[in-house]
T-cell receptor, first 114, second 116 residues
Framework: NAGVMQNPRHLVRRRGQEARLRCSPM?????VYWYRQLPEEGLKFMVY????????ESGMPKERFSAEFPKEGPSILRIQQVVRGDSAAYFC????????????FGQGTRLTVV | AQKVTQAQTEISVVEKEDVTLDCVYE???????LFWYKQPPSGELVFLIR??????QNEISGRYSWNFQKSTSSFNFTITASQVVDSAVYFC?????????????FGSGTRLLVRP
């Protein structure tokens, strides 16, 4: 769904660098969800954020990964000190209500760690 | 525990053939949602359908149809008169409850190749 915007579409980082992925939700949506798709696999839930709050981070790796959704601006998924295993496609989705998941994802950011 | 099984890893058909992609799910919840997505070679995720557990009606949308059977915990997807543009990886997914409906569990996907 073109309404959820992610950038960049492709990101290349060297091992040890930081990666910042951005997700702008659909207009009027205050709930954002991040998913990761490892090569040849289905998507896996990472984190759910509402404006300025992390609501559910049960799928986030314990180290090096963080997410935020500030009052103004896009949601950011940050990966510090990237390793080859972080190479994946990262998708986000948004909704106006938590009990009404819209099911539309952005076009994704493909992270390649070299 | 939740689980989605797409037993068909890869399917190859000739254009205009009908093809059915299988999806079997496991859940202990009575309220749940089932989804199908298409992921073409370009990589984006295209939403196809969401169905809640209380609606067992089959659905048809153009050449696409879905057969939801609670008795067998299956939500199969059929493409009629397949076309080359249908070539993609198709994912079935499940989520439970209203307030955790954002937490989708995806199957491993079925790669469909439609040959001209």
């Amino acid at each position: 769904n073109a309404g959820v915007m992610q950038n960049p579409r492709h990101l290349v980082r060297r091992r040890g660098q930081e990666a910042r992925l951005r997700c702008s939700p659909m207009k009027g949506h205050s709930h954002v969800y991040w998913y990761r798709q490892l090569p040849e696999e289905g998507l896996k839930f990472m984190v759910y954020l509402q404006k300025e709050n992390i609501i559910d981070e049960s799928g986030m790796p314990k180290e090096r990964f963080s997410a935020e959704f500030p009052k103004e601006g896009p949601s950011i998924l940050r990966i510090q000190q990237v390793v080859r295993g972080d190479s994946a496609a990262y998708f986000c989705a948004s909704s106006a209500r938590v009990d009404r998941f819209e099911a539309f994802f952005g076009q994704g950011t493909r992270l390649t760690v070299v | 525990a939740q689980k989605v099984t797409q037993a068909q890893t890869e399917i190859s058909v000739v254009e205009k053939e009908d093809v059915t992609l299988d999806c079997v799910y496991e859940t202990r919840d009575t309220t749940y949602y089932l989804f199908w997505y298409k992921q073409p070679p370009s990589g984006e995720l295209v939403f196809l359908i969401r169905r809640n557990s209380f609606d067992e009606q089959n659905e048809i949308s153009g050449r696409y149809s879905w057969n939801f059977q609670k008795s067998t915990s299956s939500f199969n997807f059929t493409i009629t008169a397949s076309q080359v543009v249908d070539s993609a990886v198709y994912f079935c997914a499940l989520s439970e409850g209203a307030y955790s409906s954002y937490k989708l569990i995806f199957g491993s996907g079925t790669r469909l190749l439609v040959r001209p």
